[in-house]
């Protein structure tokens, strides 16, 4: 995958075509499961990138009270 990352996205359907040119899965399944996985990976990368820039947006007070919350639930 780190070598055709740039090439994978987020939709199953276009990630099942893209492994078929990449990669010699014989097993439906196995395909299905593989490109499935790449899907929801990159999916929970993007919305991980996606909060991180939400919260680099938030004044620094928050980060705090967020830090303090924490701390209280561990």
């Known amino acids: 995958m780190a070598t055709?990352?740039?090439?994978?996205?987020t939709d199953f359907?276009?990630?099942k075509i893209l492994l078929n040119e990449?990669?010699?899965v014989r097993s439906?399944?196995?395909k299905n499961e593989i490109a499935g996985y790449i899907t929801t990976h990159l999916k929970r990368e993007?919305?991980?990138?996606k909060e991180?820039?939400?919260?680099?947006?938030?004044p620094e007070h928050v980060h705090h009270e967020e830090e303090m919350e924490e701390q209280l639930i561990s």
């Open 22 to 24: 990449v990669a010699i």
């Open 46 to 49: 993007l919305e991980e990138q």
């Open 28 to 30: 439906k399944g196995l």
């Open 4 to 9: 055709y990352k740039g090439e994978f996205g």
């Open 13 to 15: 359907k276009q990630n």
């Open 52 to 58: 991180k820039e939400s919260r680099a947006d938030q």
